[in-house]
């Protein structure tokens, strides 16, 4: 862990193919000069509506259509409308790949909005490298990544992490069990949660993954009951976070004296878990569907009213909500017969809005400055958030890791 970062404490953690014959740069530009000429601006969706992470990623869909569909109705950008196509990778790592490829490829998007998961955005990122195409992830991720043609809107380890372990810490106690599903994202946020802690004094009572989709948790709540932890710190994604909640609540566990602490459990997961199994429980997020400002008040209404009014907004869909309207104030610094997914980028870097969580910037690193905030679920499924940050968090995707930065230019070595 980078020691500058840690000691300076939240708010500080430092400043932030071919085709046809054809090569992909010239295909984008001649395209370009074809969107300025119909008047649309071709924008891709690329979110499971089917499969095991349709449960999240319908909402982050449906956040981002809705920024669109608003966008639109204001009268487009630069006079012209944004065109959406949408695919439905159907929650495989593989067909998300084949799908962006068509949205860059054959539908020539300026930029895709897509997914939840670190397996199905490392499954794009080639695609959208060689195609010198731009992809809009709104999504918490484990950081240790650097493209120049990814957005990265959600929170990295750091702005996650840096407050809400020493809190844990302080306020339950240094004997962590780490859960998460096995892939990528879980390890390498229990990596920083194990380093940050052991430099606070504590120990890793058990570390373990489960399968995505894991649902019977019975012998993992038998180890938790022989480990007698003070925290559960969990990554787990989706139905296998809903199961375990669920399952944690029957086994008769006290929140209050063993609380699950989780990264990723937000109003959607809660929702399906129900108020009271949750009820307790923590969080670290940068935005919650209660948070107070007028953005957030506007954001929920028009989101109710679009998809029905018992409709929860949360982190993730924030994300993909705002990171639409990013996209839009890039496209207005840009001349319109210039509009590549490359210019995008260029312009992208220092745009602050007004999210629903409070202004977020857009750093040269393409991840975004968030406001973090600790919080404990209620019954009625909603936050009670316990700890703001008191600024807003740069973004550093190798905090953990001595001698890497990643900066306006890519990943830097020392
Ligand atoms: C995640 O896989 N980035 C939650």
Same mark, same amino acid.
């Given at each position: 862990?980078?020691?500058?970062?840690?000691?300076?404490?939240?708010?500080? !953690?430092?400043?932030?193919?071919?085709?046809?014959?054809?090569?992909?740069?010239?295909?984008?530009?001649?395209?370009?000069?074809?969107?300025?000429?119909?008047?649309?601006?071709?924008?891709?969706?690329?979110?499971?509506?089917?499969?095991?992470?349709?449960?999240?990623?319908?909402?982050?869909?449906?956040?981002?259509?809705?920024?669109?569909?608003?966008?639109?109705?204001?009268?487009?950008?630069?006079?012209?409308?944004?065109?959406?196509?949408?695919?439905?990778?159907?929650?495989?790592?593989?067909?998300?790949?084949?799908?962006?490829?068509?949205?860059?490829?054959?539908?020539?998007?300026?930029?895709?909005?897509?997914?939840?998961?670190?397996?199905?955005?490392? !499954?794009?990122?080639?695609?959208?490298?060689?195609?010198?195409?731009?992809?809009?992830?709104?999504?918490?991720?484990?950081?240790?990544?650097?493209?120049?043609?990814?957005?990265?809107?959600?929170?990295?380890?750091?702005?996650?992490?840096?407050?809400?372990?020493?809190?844990?810490?302080?306020?339950?106690?240094?004997?962590?069990?780490?859960?998460?599903?096995?892939?990528?994202?879980?390890?390498?946020?229990?990596?920083?949660?194990?380093?940050?802690?052991?430099?606070?004094?504590?120990?890793?009572?058990?570390?373990?993954?489960?399968?995505?989709?894991?649902?019977?948790?019975?012998?993992?709540?038998?180890?938790?009951?022989?480990?007698?932890?003070?925290?559960?710190?969990?990554?787990?994604?989706?139905?296998?976070?809903?199961?375990?909640?669920?399952?944690?609540?029957?086994?008769?566990?006290?929140?209050?004296?063993?609380?699950?602490?989780?990264?990723?459990?937000?109003?959607?997961?809660?929702?399906?878990?129900?108020?009271?199994?949750?009820?307790?429980?923590?969080?670290?997020?940068?935005?919650?569907?209660?948070?107070?400002?007028?953005?957030?008040?506007?954001?929920?209404?028009?989101?109710?009213?679009?998809?029905?009014?018992?409709?929860?907004?949360?982190?993730?869909?924030?994300?993909?909500?705002?990171?639409?309207?990013?996209?839009?104030?890039?496209?207005?610094?840009?001349?319109?017969?210039?509009?590549?997914?490359?210019?995008?980028?260029?312009? !992208?870097?220092?745009?602050?809005?007004?999210?629903?969580?409070?202004?977020?910037?857009?750093?040269?690193?393409?991840?975004?400055?968030?406001?973090?905030?600790?919080?404990?679920?209620?019954?009625?499924?909603? !936050?009670?958030?316990?700890?703001?940050?008191?600024?807003?968090?740069?973004?550093?995707?190798?905090?953990?890791?001595?001698?890497?930065?990643?900066?306006?230019?890519?990943?830097?070595?020392?």
């Amino acid at each position: 862990m980078k020691r500058r970062s840690f000691l300076t404490g939240l708010g500080a !953690a430092g400043v932030a193919g071919a085709v046809g014959g054809l090569s992909a740069p010239a295909l984008l530009s001649s395209a370009g000069r074809a969107w300025a000429q119909s008047g649309e601006i071709p924008v891709g969706l690329l979110f499971s509506l089917t499969g095991e992470v349709a449960v999240v990623e319908r909402t982050l869909h449906d956040a981002a259509l809705l920024a669109i569909e608003e966008i639109n109705a204001a009268g487009g950008v630069h006079g012209m409308q944004l065109k959406t196509f949408i695919e439905d990778p159907a929650s495989d790592p593989a067909t998300y790949a084949d799908r962006a490829r068509r949205l860059f490829i054959r539908d020539k998007c300026v930029s895709v909005f897509g997914s939840y998961t670190s397996a199905s955005r490392q !499954a794009v990122l080639p695609v959208v490298e060689s195609r010198k195409g731009l992809y809009w992830y709104p999504t918490l991720y484990e950081g240790r990544e650097c493209s120049r043609n990814i957005m990265y809107g959600g929170a990295v380890p750091n702005q996650q992490q840096q407050e809400f372990v020493p809190w844990l810490f302080e306020n339950f106690g240094g004997r962590f069990y780490l859960l998460g599903n096995n892939y990528v994202y879980p390890k390498e946020e229990n990596n920083v949660c194990r380093m940050i802690l052991e430099r606070l004094g504590g120990e890793v009572v058990h570390e373990e993954y489960v399968p995505m989709g894991h649902s019977d948790f019975s012998s993992v709540i038998n180890r938790i009951r022989s480990n007698t932890p003070d925290v559960i710190f969990c990554t787990l994604v989706g139905d296998s976070d809903v199961a375990f909640a669920r399952q944690y609540h029957a086994a008769g566990f006290d929140p209050e004296k063993m609380p699950v602490a989780s990264l990723t459990r937000s109003e959607v997961e809660v929702a399906a878990i129900g108020g009271d199994a949750a009820a307790g429980h923590l969080s670290s997020a940068p935005y919650y569907m209660g948070y107070s400002s007028p953005e957030n008040e506007r954001f929920v209404e028009a989101y109710k009213s679009r998809f029905g009014s018992n409709q929860v907004t949360h982190f993730v869909s924030e994300a993909a909500y705002f990171q639409v309207y990013q996209f839009k104030a890039a496209l207005e610094k840009l001349d319109p017969a210039n509009i590549t997914p490359e210019a995008i980028r260029d312009a !992208a870097g220092g745009i602050a809005i007004n999210a629903p969580q409070g202004e977020v910037v857009i750093d040269p690193n393409l991840h975004t400055h968030l406001w973090p905030k600790i919080a404990r679920w209620k019954s009625d499924g909603q !936050a009670e958030i316990l700890v703001q940050s008191a600024e807003r968090v740069a973004p550093d995707p190798y905090w953990a890791y001595e001698g890497e930065v990643c900066t306006g230019e890519g990943l830097v070595r020392s």
